[in-house]
């Protein structure tokens, strides 16, 4: 890989914005929509860019191959369940705390890629990255300004979901072969498939009667924080490779609490700082581990 350049960077740092601002847009979408309706939309307004990419460059979209077992699966884990959780838990809590809880799948994914993975394996700097980083997340539910017996449930169930994101991604490593592009349309596309019906039966959309501003976040969410950001990543990764790309894990809770701040006027508090300090520091180690 070559030494990234300024362009680069920039890209990073895009990347890391438009992936934090889907926070405080999941926020403002749970104003009109339910959490089903809002992981639909996003995943089905994710799936037309990346499936028009696909289509200008070529590529095979395998997901109703022999394969489509995995597809699916990781359309359930890796997107479903996560893109419900976020939205169900983000309606109790602030936008800057999802943030902050979801900065965590770096560190679960180290724990649980030492079990699951033949080359991952923990060693010191990992188990010292992990208990700094989930240290600060506990601090975090200490807040009692902030997190309290009315919305705990819904920090749990965001932490949950970023465990999902970590399991569909092991999941994913059975297909590491085939081009992300492909993977990506088609673990969208059965994420659509599945969910649907779910949405239809279950939140009836159609007796919705939707605000403005909740409609423009969850065109925005599907449309540039799930399409246009995974045009993004796969750039990034081809240019770059995986390890620079990894970044924006120390960038995204950060914006995430500027922006919160900024378009929804939520509170900072002392341990809302500290808490994102352990996280990125404990993500910082982890990462260092691997050089």
């Known amino acids: 890989m070559k030494k990234p350049n300024l362009i680069d960077y920039i890209f990073l740092t895009v990347l890391a914005l438009i992936w934090a601002s889907a926070f405080f847009n999941i926020k403002i979408a749970t104003y009109s ?15 037309l860019p990346v499936v ?9 979209i ?11 699966s990781i359309g359930l884990i890796n997107l479903i369940i996560p893109f419900f959780a976020i939205a169900y838990g983000v309606k109790n809590l602030q936008s800057n705390l999802a ?13 649980l890629a030492h079990f699951f993975t033949k080359n991952e394996k923990i060693n010191f700097f990992k188990v010292l990255g992990i208990l700094i980083g989930f240290s600060g997340i506990i601090y975090l539910f200490s807040d009692d300004l902030l997190i309290n017996e009315n919305n705990i449930f ?7 979901g970023s465990t999902f994101y970590v399991i569909g991604g092991l999941i994913t490593l059975k297909i590491s072969y085939k081009r992300n592009e492909n993977v990506t349309a ?7 498939i599945i969910l649907f019906p779910i949405m239809i039966f279950t939140e009836q959309p159609w007796n ?12 925005y969410l599907g449309i540039v924080s799930t399409g246009i950001a995974w045009m993004m990543r796969f750039r990034i990764l081809k240019k770059n490779g995986l390890v620079f790309q990894s970044q924006v894990a120390y960038l995204i809770p950060i914006f995430g609490i500027i922006l ?3 378009f929804l006027k939520e509170i900072i508090t002392l341990k809302v700082l500290f808490s994102v300090i352990a996280v990125i520091i404990g993500i910082y180690f982890v990462r260092k581990s691997m050089n």
Not at 33 to 47: D, E, K, N, S, V
Not at 99 to 111: E, H, K, Q, R, V
Request: aromatic share 16%.
């Open 33 to 47: 929509y339910g959490p089903l309706t809002i992981a639909f939309l996003r995943i089905f307004l994710g799936t």
């Open 62 to 72: 395998e997901a109703f191959s022999k394969d489509w077992y995995w597809f699916a």
């Open 208 to 219: 919705l009667t939707p605000r403005i501003d909740s409609t423009l976040s969850v065109i």
């Open 52 to 60: 028009f990419l696909c289509f200008v460059k070529k590529i095979k």
């Open 260 to 262: 919160g701040y900024i």
């Open 154 to 160: 819904s920090a749990i169930v965001i932490l949950i």
């Open 99 to 111: 943030a902050i809880l979801m900065a965590s799948t770096p560190l679960s994914a180290t724990l």
């Open 186 to 192: 088609s673990i969208l596309i059965w994420g659509t």
